[in-house]
């Protein structure tokens, strides 16, 4: 039987996940693709058994590659609903620390996509999830295995960015359209001090550190002082500091590549809470070349009042300018930390 896509799912349903992975081997079945990580069972995927289990999507996408506009339809199944379906039960794989509901440990998670050529792209499953930041408009990332051209379908190869690719939709660019893809991994980030069981409290300062030139602490004056932009979130509009402008301009990113085309797609921030709470948010989903989703560090409204029991600043993050995320859980209140990881292998 072929498993509902995710836009049928509500949170609940993350509750009620098989702890089967997605079956199919290599081998006669033809190219493959591992799924492996912190996920409750590894599997080899093929074309073949994707669409045993899961709806095929067929996707219209336009992206820059380069300078060229470019246009593809594109045939495979969404990444999240794989994903999801290797996850634990209720998504608390090890090394996670979110308490509550399957929703809130599930954006603790990013899966990275790995190529032959050794370029990868994290994605955070939050991002993905739609639920949170999945855009349902735009279509879901797609593990493709297939392209139709001039009315024919035929399947990714070698030549022709296969035999599996993931897309992005709705990016500006096409770095994040990981081709010739042959690994994806599940991970969660690493244990912080800040993370885990924590007493809580009202944030008043953000420390930023993990793969920057170096660590610094910022007060509400600090980030006021940086060029101000705006996020929504369930119907109220905030101002702060662009994440990825603080991130990438004001402290500096680092990667240990040496000389891996787009090193910054393997990168992923975790925004910590006073409470010990936190979402990944990858890289490449507010790179302004990519994803250029909206994400700020709030310290206010947008009519200038304060943030009240959200503390002194605030993760706001959104799908895109006009549609907030689904549901709240990546807003993350009371914001401690954002230490930056790297998912990518040198």
Do not use: W
Not at 124 to 129: A, D, H, P
Not at 222 to 232: F, G, I, P, Q, V
Not at 253 to 274: I, P
């Amino acid at each position: 039987m072929k498993r509902m896509t995710s836009a049928a799912y509500g949170i609940s349903g993350l509750l009620a996940l098989a702890l089967a992975g997605c079956g199919g081997s290599s081998g006669d079945d033809g190219p493959s693709i591992a799924l492996a990580g912190k996920v409750a069972k590894p599997s080899t995927l093929t074309s073949a058994s994707l669409k045993e289990k899961y709806t095929e999507v067929t996707q219209d996408v336009s992206y820059l590659a380069g300078s060229t506009p470019t246009s593809k339809t594109y045939l495979g199944v969404p990444l999240f609903d794989v994903v999801q379906d290797a996850l634990a039960a209720d998504n608390n794989t090890p090394g996670a620390t979110n308490t509550g509901n399957a929703g809130r440990r599930l954006i603790e998670h990013y899966v990275l996509s790995t190529a032959t050529d050794g370029y990868q792209v994290a994605y955070s499953l939050g991002e993905l999830s739609p639920n949170f930041g999945g855009n349902q408009s735009l279509g879901q990332p797609l593990i493709a295995y297939a392209q139709k051209v001039n009315g024919t379908t035929t399947a990714l190869d070698d030549s022709t960015d296969g035999p599996f690719r993931i897309t992005a939709p709705g990016d500006i660019r096409g770095g994040r359209y990981a081709s010739n893809a042959t690994k994806l991994e599940v991970g969660v980030p690493p244990s912080t001090p800040l993370s885990g069981a924590k007493p809580g409290g009202q944030s008043a300062t953000i420390i930023i550190n993990g793969k920057v030139k170096a660590a610094r602490t910022f007060t509400v004056d600090d980030l006021k002082a940086l060029t101000a932009k705006t996020a929504t979130y369930n119907g109220t509009t905030y101002r702060g500091a662009g994440l990825y402008d603080l991130l990438n301009a004001t402290v500096g990113l680092t990667t240990s590549s040496t000389g891996r085309n787009n090193a910054v797609l393997s990168l992923y921030a975790v925004a910590t809470a006073t409470d010990g709470f936190r979402a990944v948010v990858s890289l490449g989903e507010i790179h302004p070349n990519f994803g250029n989703k909206p994400a700020i560090v709030a310290y206010e409204t947008e009519s200038g009042a304060g943030l009240g029991n959200s503390g002194a600043l605030r993760l706001i993050i959104a799908k895109n300018p006009t549609t907030p995320e689904t549901m709240g859980a990546r807003q993350v209140s009371n914001l401690a930390e954002i230490q930056v990881f790297e998912a990518g292998t040198p």
